[in-house]
């Protein structure tokens, strides 16, 4: 347990490593709990709120409270890194190796000074959106007719699907009819809700009702057609 907690931890955010930054972290703020976006509204001459609820989970902060072991050597690729990123980048820790985050940078960098500039403390603060990813829903799967996929984690997930062929599929109640487009395989991608295959934009070729997602519990898979295989890559994700 004693060496178990002497760990140093670490974390990797647009593919630069703790590490690589000489920062020492401590992940005390990497535990949030992200809030449901609902709206509570009284109305007059009746007891309690009416709750509106909007569907979705606000984004979250995570932080990280860090020491820059050598700051003159470190600093200006700490802020070379965080000023240069646009939009979410993904963002894992040793705190939980099996997980990852969507995220950005937030607010500003403001070291602490210690004595003489050897050292600095800062707070990296990212806004983060709620979910977090499984690994494991990083790896594709292969699917034969009939077989099933259990979602275990309690969230609707979007996964992407890799049809070799053309006909039709269905997961769970969602099915897509799948016309030839001439292209060994098509991918649909749940979440951008597109189909592709490399560069090619293949929408066309696809008539859907809604882009499947993969529910809590069981989600049976079948397929006909010309569709010879079927490969899932889930997504699994969790709060």
Known sequence: M???????????????????????????????????????????????DLIFDNGRYKNISITYNCLIKDFE?????????FAS???????????????????????????????????????????????????????AASVASGDTLYNRYG??????????GYGTLYIGSYSVVIADPGKAYIDLDCDTMDAFNGTTNLNRY?????FPQLLPGANG????????AVEITPRWWTL
């Open 85 to 139: 990123q646009i939009g979410y980048q993904r963002l894992e820790d040793s705190y939980q190796p099996d997980r990852y985050r969507l995220a950005r940078i937030s607010g500003t960098l403001e070291p602490t000074m210690g004595p003489y500039k050897h050292t600095a403390r800062i707070t990296l603060t990212f806004d983060c959106k709620p979910q977090v990813y499984l690994k494991a829903g990083e790896v």
């Open 155 to 164: 969230f609707a997930s979007r996964p992407l699907i890799r049809v070799h």
């Open 2 to 48: 004693r060496q178990k907690l002497l760990q140093k931890q670490r974390f990797l955010f647009g593919g630069r490593s703790s590490d690589d930054l000489g920062l020492i972290i401590d992940g005390s703020g990497v535990y949030p709990i992200p809030e449901r976006d609902a709206e509570a509204v009284g109305v007059p001459g009746r007891n309690g």
């Open 221 to 228: 898979i079948k397929y006909e057609g010309e569709i010879s």
């Open 206 to 210: 696809v008539t859907l009702d809604d």
């Open 73 to 81: 050597a470190h600093y200006d690729a700490i802020r070379a890194l």
